[in-house]
T-cell receptor, first 113, second 110 residues
Framework: GAVVSQHPSRVICKSGTSVKIECRSLDFQATTMFWYRQFPKQSLMLMATSNEGSKATYEQGVEKDKFLINHASLTLSTLTVTSAHPEDSSFYIC?????????FGSGTRLTVV | DAKTTQPNSMESNEEEPVHLPCNHSTISGTDYIHWYRQLPSQGPEYVIHGLTSNVNNRMASLAIAEDRKSSTLILHRATLRDAAVYYCILLNSGNTPLVFGKGTRLSVIA
């Protein structure tokens, strides 16, 4: 149990366009989900906390207008990278609290060209 | 959150036990010790967690020092598929996010 599905697994987009990443809890309800970003050879960095039915909470230094988070249901949170630039290229990972600990999505590798 | 200290990297031979240490000298009485690992190009996965007593599950064992200022993740027989970055994380309350340090990169040699 406690599976988190993340889609797409990889995406390439042109600079200036927007990309949406979906994170679904498949067999449990998640009132809170977390979004992380990971650059090559580095650890995961928490970007924001996504709360169902309310505004997301962003970590210091993360632009809320650039990284739009929507948590419209108990099983779906989305992260939209708006006006993407090459420096936004990274590995994005979502997470939710399951029964025995936190469950993570398989990640989305975003490449902005 | 209390900080943890782990070696940057470790190496093990296949089929041998691996002991991954973690120091957390500022741990509070209500901090749980969590271990996660991240295989290449994947999201992290839960390994094990504990509070005071040693814990065993199908993946690993967790040995916690009596003063709780350190712990050791034990992989009983390392396989090539255990090559990953292992993170030791302290977690206090129910739904706060995991905060990742640099972890230990484990290499397994055939």
């Amino acid at each position: 149990g406690a599976v988190v599905s993340q889609h797409p697994s990889r995406v390439i987009c042109k600079s200036g366009t927007s990309v949406k990443i979906e994170c679904r809890s498949l067999d449990f309800q998640a009132t809170t989900m977390f979004w992380y970003r990971q650059f090559p050879k580095q650890s995961l960095m928490l970007m924001a906390t996504s709360n169902e039915g309310s505004k997301a909470t962003y970590e210091q230094g993360v632009e809320k207008d650039k990284f739009l988070i929507n948590h419209a249901s108990l099983t779906l949170s989305t992260l939209t990278v708006t006006s993407a630039h090459p420096e936004d290229s990274s590995f994005y990972i979502c997470s939710a609290r399951g029964t025995y600990g936190y469950t993570f999505g398989s990640g989305t590798r975003l490449t902005v060209v | 959150d209390a900080k943890t200290t782990q070696p940057n990297s470790m190496e093990s031979n296949e089929e041998e036990p691996v002991h991954l240490p973690c120091n957390h000298s500022t741990i509070s009485g209500t901090d749980y010790i969590h271990w996660y690992r991240q295989l290449p190009s994947q999201g992290p996965e839960y390994v094990i967690h504990g509070l005071t007593s040693n814990v065993n599950n199908r993946m690993a064992s967790l040995a916690i020092a009596e003063d709780r200022k350190s712990s050791t993740l034990i992989l009983h027989r390392a396989t090539l598929r255990d090559a990953a970055v292992y993170y030791c994380i302290l977690l206090n309350s129910g739904n706060t996010p995991l905060v990742f340090g640099k972890g230990t990169r484990l290499s397994v040699i055939a």
